[in-house]
């Protein structure tokens, strides 16, 4: 059974910090891209940044700079660590597995998580 299980999401001011992290079981984890999607109220899936099979990280244009991605291959685990938080970045969070390629696309994906709410609020 595949699963992905976010943890970590919280509320928090602006230009404070969070990190999440993200288990994955069930599936051969370590053959695939792993990666961080965020969803706000009205707004389409937007990808957050990816890690691939490789290791190669790369994390999108709107948060380069305060987010940073990891992986941990021997755990199964994808962190994001949130630094200088914005409100723009209040959305769901989800965890994203078992993409050939690493891009941020969500259709791409075939594993999901639960989903974890990030508020950043004044």
């Known amino acids: 059974q595949v699963e992905l299980v976010e943890s970590g999401g919280g509320s928090v001011q602006i230009g404070g910090s969070l990190t999440l992290s993200c288990a994955a079981s069930?599936?051969?984890?370590?053959?695939?891209?792993m990666a961080w999607f965020r969803q706000a109220p009205g707004h389409e899936r937007e990808g957050v940044a990816v890690?691939?099979?490789?290791?190669?990280?790369t994390v999108s244009a709107s948060v380069a700079g305060r987010f940073t991605v990891s992986r941990d291959k021997s755990k199964n685990t994808l962190t994001l660590q949130m630094n200088n938080l914005k409100a723009e970045d209040s959305a769901i969070y989800y965890c994203?597995?078992?993409?050939?390629?690493?891009?941020?696309?969500?259709?791409?994906?075939?594993?999901w998580g639960q989903g974890t709410q990030v508020t950043v609020s004044s």
């Open positions: 890690v691939s099979k490789y290791m190669i990280r």
């Open positions: 069930g599936y051969a984890v370590n053959n695939y891209a």
């Open positions: 994203a597995g078992g993409a050939d390629a690493a891009q941020l696309v969500p259709s791409r994906y075939p594993y």
